[in-house]
Every structure is written in C-alpha cells, then in structure tokens.
C-alpha cells in the first residue's frame, strides 16, 4: 500500500499561472482533504470531500478549485497563483473506525510563487 | 476565529526531560481530540488520541490529559528523546462532521542531546 501519494513534490510558479496538484489514496477511504501549512499558522483546510461526488469549502478556500475525479483521486487547481498561495499543500484521506477518524497524510508538495 | 489554541509554539528540553504542550479550544460540540506528529519533510502522522469521556490516555512514553471543564487538553511527552524532536499539533473534530479536524498551529519541540 502507497497510502497518500502526492505530486508533484516541489513546484515554481510565476504569479497568474495555474496548476493542478494531484493526489490519490488507496485505502479505500471515503473523506479527503487538502491543507495548506504555513509558518506559526498550522495545517488550515483548504477543502475537503466527504464522498465520491461531494465537496465542500473549508477554512480559506479563495483562490483554489478541487475535484474528486473518483473514489481514489481528489485533485486542487490553482487557477491564477499569486505569491500568498506560497505554502506546503497537503493532501489526507480517513475514515471513521470505531469513533475515531485518523486522517492519513501525503508528503506534501512544496509551492513557491514568485 | 482560531478555534484550537496552541502553546508553546517551540519548546527545547532536554534528553530524559518531560515535554508538555497545551491546548485550549472553544467548541464544546468538539468530542475527538487527535495529536499529529510531523518531522521535517513529511506529511504529519497521527500519535495519540482521546475522547471527552476520559481524563487521561497513555500510549508508551506519550500521555494526553484531558480537562473539560477548562476546555483545555495537552500533551505529555515522558523521558524526551531526541528522536522526538518534531512539530506536534493539536487538534478537534466532532463526529458528526465526517471527520473534519480544526488544527492548533503547532510546536517545534527540540530535544538536546
């Protein structure tokens, strides 16, 4: 098993391009979720999906875009990158066991707009 | 609205040493409280653990108490090694809401050798 696997690892951007940033699970869990981790701030959601087919906003959505393609997959689309969007973008999956919900994490990929 | 407050944002102790982190949050609906360990490069990781209904969890050299009527809950790392030395992050969710976690904004914990 992968787990979480995200890509790309790093990535350049100059501000006003767009890019997409990938991310599949294969734990067959139901709920995803993409972060953003920024210095003395912590991991804020971005958006999550609790389900196939369903997505909702989370803390600081502005400025991204998400699907999920499938079970599996839950992509974040940058459409025009601005310097704020500096950050490590995480993507997690989890499903509930028993009461708890362990999310699992991916390895992040780091963006740099400049 | 910061909903999960977190302290100290570094902490440094030394080896053998207890490391304590603190949490307060507001949210009384909050009914699962998880902490995440991350090391620099990687996606955070689940540690330990605890729901409203105890006052304590221990798993090994790691200990969470819990305080609800302070609304406050904290970490407590036992005989601190220096492989512990990482980012810990608090957080809460509440079940009926698949799951979604509201994150602390972290501790840098050091610990010399």
């Known amino acids: 098993n992968a787990g979480v696997t995200q890509t790309p690892k790093f990535q350049v951007l100059k501000t006003g391009q767009s890019m997409t940033l990938q991310c599949a699970q294969d734990m067959n869990h139901n709920s995803m979720y993409w972060y953003r981790q920024d210095p003395g701030m912590g991991l804020r959601l971005i958006y999550y999906?609790?389900?196939?087919?369903?997505?909702d906003k989370g803390e600081v959505p502005n400025g991204y875009n998400v699907s999920r393609l499938n079970k599996r997959e839950f992509s974040l689309r940058l459409e025009s990158a601005a310097p704020s969007q500096t950050s490590v973008y995480f993507c997690a999956s989890s499903e509930e066991a028993q009461g708890r919900y362990e999310q699992y994490f991916g390895p992040g990929t780091r963006l740099t707009v400049t | 609205q910061q909903q999960v407050k977190q302290s100290p944002q570094s902490l440094i102790v030394q080896k053998g040493g207890i490391s304590i982190i603190n949490c307060a949050y507001e949210?009384?609906?909050?009914?699962?409280f998880p902490w995440y360990q991350q090391f620099p490069g990687k996606g955070p990781a689940l540690l330990i653990a605890?729901?409203?209904?105890?006052s304590e969890k221990k798993e090994g050299r790691f200990t969470i108490s819990f305080n609800k009527s302070a609304k406050q809950f904290s970490l407590h790392i036992m005989d601190s090694q220096p492989g512990d030395s990482a980012t810990y992050f608090c957080a809460a969710a509440y079940s009926s809401n698949t799951g979604k976690l509201i994150f602390g904004q972290g501790t840098t914990l050091q610990v010399k050798p």
């Open positions: 999906s609790a389900s196939e087919g369903t997505t």
């Open positions: 605890i729901r409203p209904d105890v």
């Open positions: 949210n009384t609906a909050f009914d699962y």
